[in-house]
Structures are given as C-alpha cells and as structure tokens.
C-alpha cells in the first residue's frame, strides 16, 4: 500500500549511458514532481506535471526529459549520462498544485 | 540572497530538552509554508504546515509563522534521540506551483 512508489532504488551506470526512473503514486493526486538533492543535500524542483500537462521545468538539460502516461505516472527519462548527474533523485506528487507533498522513497543515480 | 535560508547546524539539544529551528524567506509573497523531516538515507517527510500568521500545534511539534518578519519556526518539545534528523523548510507562493526548499538544519538530540 505503498503511496508514491519509484524504481529502481539504486540505478549504477556508466557516462554516456540512457536510464530511465519510474514513478506512480496511488493517493488519486493530480500533481506529479521530480526533484534533485545533491551531495550537499540540497533538494531542487526538476519539473511538475498536473493532470499530465507539463507546469514546471527549470533550467535542467535537455538529457533530461519527463512523461507523464497518465495522472499517476510521472517517469524520467536522462540521455547521455554525466558524472554530475549522479544524486539522489525523488518523486512527489500532491492533491492539487498547491498542497502539501508527499514524496517517493528516492533513486540513488551513480555515475562512473 | 538564497530564497530559503536555514542555519545547517548542527544544531545539538540534550534529551528532553526544547529545539527550536528557525527559517527565512526572501519572497513577500509567499503564502504556504512546509517543515519536513529527512532521516539520513530516507525520503522527506512532511511533519507541518502553516498558511497564517500565529502558531500551529501538532503533539510535541509547533510552527510558528510571522510573515511581517519573513520567519518561520520549528518547535519540538520534549525532543528525542529519535527527533535527530535534518529538516528542511520549503515555502509556497500562491502564484507559483514551485516548493522552494532551504538547505536543511541537522538536528542532534543527546540521549
């Protein structure tokens, strides 16, 4: 009865790789995220999805590509993968834009 | 200037002992404001939320909100070894669909 579910937990790759993180959430949320929290523990916005339209996407490379299939489902997709890429990445996902999050166990990335 | 700023700490308190976490933000807008707690390794967790000027109680846990000051605060009561953690701050404009986090203040409870 997991509420917001990623795989896989831990994802070791090498540069120049493509890898993909999943993410569903069964709490009937409209509001999917992805975050970054990097070494230094610092949690970033990524992007948003509501009801699967595109509402947030900062300033990330374009390797990075989110596809939300359907309201429960927000997966990210990383092209060509780099040494700083390596982080924790977490999902969230929120009744509406503006409500609390609940987020994801997380995806340690490593990079070699 | 950091939109979210917290003090990294780390921030130690003796068992049963009160600990308070404090937090500032830069935007005036901001309306919806968030503590979660981070164990090491694990996923944030959302312990409280505050959206109006005061204080807010939950068991040993208060936030407490002065917008005109820009501060939000943490207060754990009768705090834990279980209570060591880092937490983090993050704030909401209304008009923004972004959760912007502060850099988190680790949290040490002495048994």
């Known amino acids: 009865d997991t509420a917001v579910s990623q795989t896989p937990k831990y994802l070791v790759t090498q540069m120049g790789n493509d890898k993909s993180i999943k993410c569903e959430q069964n709490?009937?949320?409209?509001?999917m995220y992805w975050y970054k929290q990097d070494s230094k523990k610092f949690l970033k916005i990524m992007f948003s999805?509501?009801?699967?339209?595109?509402?947030i996407n900062e300033t990330v490379p374009n390797r990075f590509s989110p596809k939300s299939p359907d309201k429960a489902h927000l997966n990210l997709h990383i092209n060509s993968l780099e040494l700083g890429d390596s982080a924790v990445y977490f999902c969230?996902?929120?009744?509406?834009?503006?409500?609390?999050?609940?987020f994801g166990p997380g995806t340690r990335l490593t990079v070699l | 200037q950091k939109e979210v700023e917290q003090n990294s700490g780390p921030l130690s308190v003796p068992e049963g002992a009160i600990a308070s976490l404090n937090c500032t933000y830069s935007?005036?807008?901001?309306?919806?404001f968030f503590w979660y707690r981070q164990y090491s390794g694990k996923s944030p967790e959302l312990i409280m939320s505050i959206y109006s000027n005061g204080d807010k109680e939950d068991g040993r846990f208060t936030a407490q909100l002065n917008k005109a000051s820009q501060y939000v605060s943490l207060l754990i009561r009768d705090s834990q070894p279980s209570d060591s953690a880092t937490y983090l701050c993050?704030?909401?404009?209304?008009?923004?669909?972004?959760?912007?986090f502060g850099s988190g203040t680790r949290l040490l409870v002495r048994p």
């Open positions: 999805y509501n009801n699967k339209e595109l509402i």
């Open positions: 935007d005036r807008g901001s309306q919806s």
């Open positions: 993050a704030v909401k404009m209304d008009s923004s669909y972004k959760l912007i």
């Open positions: 969230a996902s929120a009744r509406e834009s503006y409500n609390e999050q609940f």
């Open positions: 709490l009937g949320h409209d509001t």
